[in-house]
């Protein structure tokens, strides 16, 4: 009984490949997130969901898509990977202004 | 940019109160405190969050200062398994809510 799920757990790739990271959560929040932690562990923001709209976009490359089939489900799809998206990028969800669960985490290496 | 300040790392010996201090000197009048804290590369874990008063939960205590600039994370007992980066978060009071992530304390109990 996972609260927020990612699948997979690790993705090795080579640049130039484009691959998908799938997140569900069965805590019936209405926002769902994604965030990316690079080398130096910095956590960023990138894609925000409410009730699977769009609300919140930071300056991420368009080659970064999210899509959002339904409130438990936010996956995010990567084309043209390059060795700068190596990274662990979390998934986490919450109700609009409350506290937020993350997922285990999916760490991503492209060589 | 974070609206935090936080030291980058601290120890604290096994069964004594570790006290984590933020800054948090531009905080506005509705805008929350949170703290999560992350154990080695899992995600993200929420640990508690106040306005003005002080709160209290099974995990810590949360003092916010008068002026609110400041807050103190505590964690009472402190054990090994506590070891982890602290992040002390502002999370903004309107629209998305969202909140940045800093840098974060490196808290390394001690046996």
Redesign the interface.
Known sequence: DTAVSQTPKYLVTQMGNDKSIKCEQNLGHDTMYWYKQDSKKFLKIMFSYNNKELIINETVPNRFSPKSPDKAHLNLHINSLELGDSAVYFCASSHISGQKFFGPGTRLTVL | DAKTTQPPSMDCAEGRAANLPCNHSTISGNEYV?W?R?IH??????II?GLKNNETNEMASLIITEDRKSSTLILPHATLRDTA?Y?CIVRLSSG???Y??G?GTRLKVLA
Do not use: A, D, E, R
């Not at chain 2, 590369?41 to 929420?46: D, F, K, L, R, V």
């Open positions: 949170y999560y992350q590369s899992q995600g993200p874990q929420y969050h980066v992040y998305t809510y969202k940045i992530f840098t």
